[in-house]
Nanobody, 117 residues
Framework: QVQLVESGGGLVQAGGSLRLSCTASKTIFNLNAMAWYRQAEGKPREFVARITTKGITSYADSVKDRFSISSDEAKNTVALQMNSLKPEDTAVYYC???????????WGQGTRVVVSS
């Protein structure tokens, strides 16, 4: 069983930056992509950013040009650099691993980001 552990969340003022990290407890076999999702209070979880093992990235429109996802396979980590943060970015951010086969995915426990206006 692989565990994903997020870190880097916290309180930041609007316009500021944070860098989230997600570390896997061990090498993930059959990995297709890593991604970040977020869930604001009272809202469904939503996609934020994704990076495939080939380095192809994709972003939600709401974060495009402000957030950047990167990965370091040697360290089993994926990071999310968040710039120009807005109060609407306030949420719990979750790391996700997408696999080609069973168990098909892993989720982290989440790290909270609060952006004050």
């Amino acid at each position: 069983q692989v565990q994903l552990v997020e870190s880097g969340g916290g309180l930041v003022q609007a316009g500021g930056s944070l860098r989230l990290s997600c570390t896997a407890s061990k090498t993930i076999f059959n990995l297709n992509a890593m991604a970040w999702y977020r869930q604001a209070e009272g809202k469904p979880r939503e996609f934020v950013a994704r990076i495939t093992t080939k380095g192809i990235t994709s972003y939600a429109d709401s974060v495009k040009d402000r957030f950047s996802i990167s990965s370091d396979e040697a360290k089993n980590t994926v990071a999310l650099q968040m710039n120009s943060l807005k109060p609407e970015d306030t949420a719990v951010y979750y790391c996700h691993a997408d696999l080609f086969g069973p168990p098909y995915d892993y989720w982290g426990q989440g790290t909270r980001v609060v952006v004050s206006s």
